[in-house]
């Protein structure tokens, strides 16, 4: 029998056993490192700096109702992520990564305005607000729930996109750190 805390056993075991443990909480996403639990007061600093843009379209758009509908949907986000960095750490810190990442392309706007159109384009095909003709002015977003849908499409497509990217460049960046540690820790087969 080998346990980490018997002094007779021979080294080599408890260095087996050892790797083995640190082999399952690599694996484990549910691990909280504690890099991983400062993600947890990063989220609603990132979340809120990619309001900016959104933000001062929606006042274009909205009345009070709408800007209820988006107040909800923002609290959503706000809840989901600290879900997500508290349940699935890792795959928060890639959410928390990818969002600041996304909140850089505000500068240049494009997925912001792609996502925008398209959750518009949703919001009138299925009667929300009325026609979009932006050369008659800006749409008019005047229900709790146009806010809510509108926002939430255009937060959870940009979500989904910031979360990918933030994943990639977590894999990416722990990788480089892992091989210049001397590379991955293995369990003996």
């Known amino acids: 029998m080998t346990s980490p805390n018997n002094p007779y056993q021979p080294p080599s075991d408890i260095d087996r056993e050892t790797d083995r443990e640190t082999q399952m909480v690599a694996e484990d996403?549910?691990?909280?490192?504690?890099?991983d639990s400062a993600m947890l007061g990063v989220w609603p600093v990132v979340l809120l700096l990619n309001t900016v843009l959104p933000g001062f379209l929606a006042v274009q758009m909205c009345n009070r109702s709408g800007m209820i509908?988006?107040?909800?949907?923002?609290?959503?986000?706000?809840?989901?992520?600290?879900?997500?960095?508290?349940?699935?750490?890792?795959?928060?810190?890639?959410?928390?990564?990818?969002?600041?990442?996304?909140?850089?392309?505000?500068?240049?706007?494009v997925l912001h305005f792609l996502f925008g159109l398209l959750a518009l384009g949703f919001a009138e095909a299925v009667g929300l607000i009325d026609t979009v003709d932006f050369d008659e002015g800006p749409a008019d977003v005047s229900t709790v729930l146009a806010g809510f849908v509108i926002t939430t499409l255009v937060g959870g497509a940009l979500a989904v996109t910031g979360l990918a990217v933030g994943?990639?460049?977590?894999?990416?960046?722990?990788?480089k750190a892992a091989e210049s540690r001397g590379g991955f820790h293995t369990a003996p087969r």
């Open 69 to 109: 509908g988006i107040g909800i949907s923002v609290m959503m986000f706000l809840v989901t992520g600290f879900w997500i960095c508290f349940k699935f750490p890792r795959v928060g810190r890639g959410l928390v990564i990818g969002a600041g990442a996304m909140s850089l392309t505000q500068l240049f706007p």
């Open 29 to 35: 996403p549910t691990y909280l490192d504690p890099g």
């Open 167 to 175: 994943l990639v460049l977590n894999w990416l960046f722990r990788s």
